[in-house]
């Protein structure tokens, strides 16, 4: 296992490469990250927004906002995505991962900004909640999901997540991946941990 001070508040920022060749770059949330959250969240389409909040939203209210980016700890932790767009380095996703004290569920969420949709970052941004859950001892990684969101239910089933139901709430199912099952499709987590800031997603 490893050490899980490694996850703490501080993590230097990780260097990827995605299937296509683009370089990205994740890193924790801070409080400075504020103003660009919010206009990332803008950004997103109508429906991506949708998806992520599981119903209509415009923008993150002021208490959303401020919650989402002191999360930078091991049992709540959130991360941003930058990739280069032009002469821009710009936002394009994020992703928050809970665990309650106690718990042995890690819960998450995600989104992918509209253009970068569909080339590997959502499954490196679940790979990289899911070494972190791995790490910190929970037992299942759960997301809700819109049952029309047919995107993040195929990205689910490809990264090992079973799709369960019915949920309390009818839009909704949960996707659960049980982590006491070795990894076998994505790289060994330890990889995420490493001085290298290049991997294949």
């Known amino acids: 296992m490893i050490d899980p001070s ?7 920022p990780r260097r990827f490469r ?3 060749g683009e370089s990205v770059m994740v890193r924790a949330i801070s409080p400075q990250d504020k103003q660009r959250l919010q206009a990332y969240m803008r950004n997103l389409s109508a429906s991506t927004r949708r998806n992520r909040f599981l119903g209509a939203i ?5 208490a959303e906002l401020d919650r989402l980016t002191r999360m930078d700890g091991p049992d709540s932790l959130a991360l941003i995505a930058f990739a280069r767009t032009g002469e821009e380095t710009v936002m394009v996703a994020e992703a928050v991962q809970v665990i309650a004290s106690g718990s042995q569920r890690c819960e998450f969420a995600l989104s992918v900004t509209d253009g970068w949709q569909r080339r ?3 499954t490196l941004l679940l790979w990289n909640m899911e070494c972190r859950a791995r790490v910190l001892g929970a037992s299942y990684l759960i997301g809700e999901v819109l049952r029309t969101n047919e995107v993040m239910k195929g990205l689910a089933r490809k990264a090992g997540f079973a799709i369960q139901g019915p949920f309390t709430d009818a ?3 949960e996707i659960v991946k049980d982590l006491s099952i070795p990894q076998t499709a994505a790289p060994p987590c330890r990889e995420l941990f490493l001085e290298s800031r290049s991997i294949a997603a």
Do not use: D, F, Y
């Open 6 to 12: 490694t996850v703490e508040s501080g993590t230097p």
């Open 18 to 20: 995605l299937p296509g």
């Open 58 to 62: 415009n923008e993150l209210a002021p």
């Open 120 to 122: 590997g970052l959502g």
């Open 171 to 173: 839009r909704l199912v």
